[in-house]
Nanobody, 118 residues
């Protein structure tokens, strides 16, 4: 599976951005689709995930109520709608997938940079 994230950019605090992740290759059987981020000098952290066909959706506490994960089943694409952005949301955002029987995300896309100015 190959993943391509896009949609990052520079935005002012309080603004919005929508990230996209397109999956190609052997996409059949993907169990979960997720978003993670890594801020400068920090470890990568979980942001959100959508499991199966949207039966389960989870968010990090820091983004609940501001970010929304969704997917387009027909296009093997999922999205992260980010609103009310804060400077602390500045990070490289990565999309990833997880397959059944595997407890962690092992397939990652190249990140897209989100910069939120104050």
């Amino acid at each position: 599976v190959q993943l391509q994230a896009s949609g990052g950019g520079l935005v002012q605090a309080g603004g919005s951005l929508r990230l996209s992740c397109a999956a190609s290759g052997r996409t059949v059987g993907i169990y979960a689709r997720g978003w993670f981020r890594q801020a400068p000098g920090k470890e990568r952290e979980f942001v959100a995930e959508i499991i199966s066909r949207g039966a389960v959706i989870s968010y990090a506490e820091s983004v609940k109520g501001r970010f929304t994960i969704s997917r387009d089943n027909a296009k093997n694409t999922w999205f992260l709608q980010m609103s009310s952005l804060k400077p602390e949301d500045t990070a490289v955002y990565y999309c990833a997938v997880r397959f059944p029987g595997v407890s962690d995300y092992r397939t990652w896309g190249r990140g897209t940079l989100v910069t939120v100015s104050s």
